[in-house]
């Protein structure tokens, strides 16, 4: 499996578009409490209309310590995800995310997908890649094992109204 991280254009942002509004791509993000403009309690869909392309650039991508890209599959040339961290220089802790869209999940994206994103982290100064995981998300918890993370912590989150484990798991760069 060979992927590339594509750093989209603010006209490339349709395939970002088109990730938020899938429920089957988002469903992980359903049932949150979550107070933000366009978010979906139901599906975990978020609006993001064209009009709003050139601002969420603007404000994201022009920042040095942020980083977002798509993931690209070679083969195919299709899109099949994206992925993003966020730099604390003064710590150089970032906390990262990666989805794969819907209907590319269980095809093997998410490991190529993450080692390019822990290459890049690294040249970028990052010392420790962050993220939140709930313990129900087996396929990807077993991923971010294989690659080196360990849990940090664990707490309890509420996900439409029940209780989940959710684990914060760090991988130390070097």
Do not use: Q
């Not at 939140?132 to 080196?148: H, Q, S």
């Amino acid at each position: 499996m060979s992927v590339k991280l594509v750093v989209p254009s603010v006209k490339d942002l349709w395939y970002r578009k088109e990730c938020m509004a899938d429920p089957d791509t988002m469903n992980y993000n359903a049932g949150y409490d979550v107070s933000y403009a366009g978010y979906h309690y139901d599906t975990g869909c978020i609006d993001f209309p064209e009009d709003k392309w050139e601002d969420w650039y603007n404000t994201k991508m022009t920042k040095p310590n942020f980083y977002y890209a798509y993931i690209l599959d070679e083969e195919s040339n299709e899109f099949v995800g994206y992925l993003n961290f966020n730099l604390d220089s003064n710590t150089g802790f970032a906390t990262m995310g990666i989805v794969i869209e819907g209907v590319h999940r269980g095809k093997g994206y998410m490991r190529p997908a993450l080692k390019a994103m822990i290459d890049i982290a690294k040249e970028k100064g990052v010392k420790v890649l962050t993220d939140t995981v709930p313990e129900n998300r087996v396929g990807a918890l077993k991923v971010f094992y294989d690659m080196g993370f360990i849990v940090n912590s664990k707490f309890d989150g509420k996900k439409f109204g029940e209780i989940e484990v959710v684990n914060e798991i760090h991988l130390k760069i070097k």
